[in-house]
């Protein structure tokens, strides 16, 4: 069966509610394993002020049955505590678009005059929904040795460079870190980075590294271009509010490298083939090689931001500033945990592709089977 998922839901609607199918029946399966990841996207240095209203929790609607998946679709709702405070019936309209935001394409684009009709759905609230069904994924790839962390490499020009690309080292430092850093070096001079642009009213971007172990050789194909781990890995982050770049491995250097130093030398042992290297991120030719996947996602700042920026009023035309709205200076590290979620619902729509089963059981014989054909070569 082909897993796919849906969201719905607005920024300040009644909650968020997220679909996925194709999860194989027999997965354990609990709120539990959702409040989590939800709690960790809720965190961060430079986060706003709703994070300080909402305690997002998740609540299984459908697909589970005396705790494990049934087959079935399972949705998820997040409620949103705020709702009540931002009702429709209850504000004056919002004219003037803010640059770098849905808001004024999206005017257009659907014919609408007040900006709350696109910039509620296009919020970054939406990845709420998003890391509730991550976290599905997350379960199920883990039941196969398949584990996935997000950190933050960068924000505001200041980099925080990795000791070791090993999940296994990285995450105590990442998950005690305010910013998600995996080296606590720079993490005072950044924070008072993001003290200063609260104070001037701006906000700050960066970027963060998903890296997804025990990922199995073969997920994906050279044969189309949409059947291409990287092509989909790219899209999915990309697709994430805010990212407006991505990069599989080491792309930007390699791009700057000669050959023999940018691709990954093969070796054999104890059985196995690996690479000396990982500059490739986890795929050749669109498919998974056996080696930790790496993917980068770089985030621009927040486009909503308290200093006023050149706007123009949808109503008469003249000229004035933007919209205000409550929000982030920085959401970096938030951002990492939503990249979590976007790359494990991509491996799991490969993994269930590639070993295609209705139940746990016949998944995990697929993979077995496929598992010792590939130990024979």
């Not at 709205?325 to 979590?340: F, K, L, N, T």
């Amino acid at each position: 069966m082909t897993l796919r998922f849906l969201t719905t839901g607005e920024s300040h609607g009644r909650c968020l509610i997220g679909f996925i199918e194709g999860i194989p029946s027999g997965l354990p399966l609990a709120e539990e394993d959702l409040n989590g990841d939800l709690k960790r996207r809720m965190a961060g240095y430079g986060r706003g002020g709703r994070m300080k209203i909402e305690s997002d929790q998740a609540i299984l609607l459908s697909g589970v049955f005396r705790g494990k998946t049934t087959g079935a679709p399972i949705a998820v709702m997040i409620e949103n505590k705020d709702w009540q405070l931002q009702r429709e019936d209850k504000l004056p309209p919002i004219n003037f678009p803010r640059p770098g935001h849905a808001d004024l394409a999206g005017l257009l684009k659907y014919d609408q005059t007040d900006i709350r009709a696109i910039s509620e759905r296009a919020s970054a609230r939406e990845t709420a929904a998003r890391v509730a069904l991550g976290a599905i994924a997350k379960k199920f790839l883990a039941q196969f040795g398949v584990d996935i962390l997000g950190i933050v490499t960068e924000i505001g020009g200041i980099v925080s460079r990795p000791p070791s690309l090993s999940i296994r080292q990285l995450r105590s430092q990442v998950e005690s870190s305010p910013l998600r850093f995996p080296s606590p070096q720079e993490e005072k001079a950044v924070m008072e980075l993001i003290d200063r642009c609260k104070e001037e009213g701006d906000s700050l971007g960066g970027a963060f590294l998903v890296i997804a172990e025990g990922v199995p050789v073969g997920l994906g194909s050279h044969v189309q271009w949409d059947n291409r781990l990287d092509a989909a890995l790219a899209q999915a982050i990309i697709s994430i509010q805010a990212i407006k770049a991505v990069e599989i491995g080491e792309g930007l250097e390699n791009s700057r490298r000669k050959g023999s130093e940018a691709h990954d030398q093969i070796g054999y042992k104890e059985g196995r083939f690996f690479r000396h290297s990982n500059r490739a991120g986890g795929t050749e030719g669109g498919i998974s090689n056996g080696e930790p996947v790496l993917v980068t996602g770089y985030m621009k700042p927040i486009s909503s931001i308290r200093k006023p920026m050149a706007s123009v009023d949808m109503a008469t035309k003249e000229p004035g500033k933007s919209h205000y709205q409550r929000a982030d200076v920085c959401a970096v590290p938030a951002a990492s945990v939503v990249g979590e979620a976007m790359v494990a619902l991509v491996l799991a729509t490969f993994f269930q592709e590639k070993f295609a089963g209705d139940s746990m059981t016949e998944v995990t014989q697929s993979y077995k089977t496929y598992q010792e054909m590939v130990s024979r070569r």
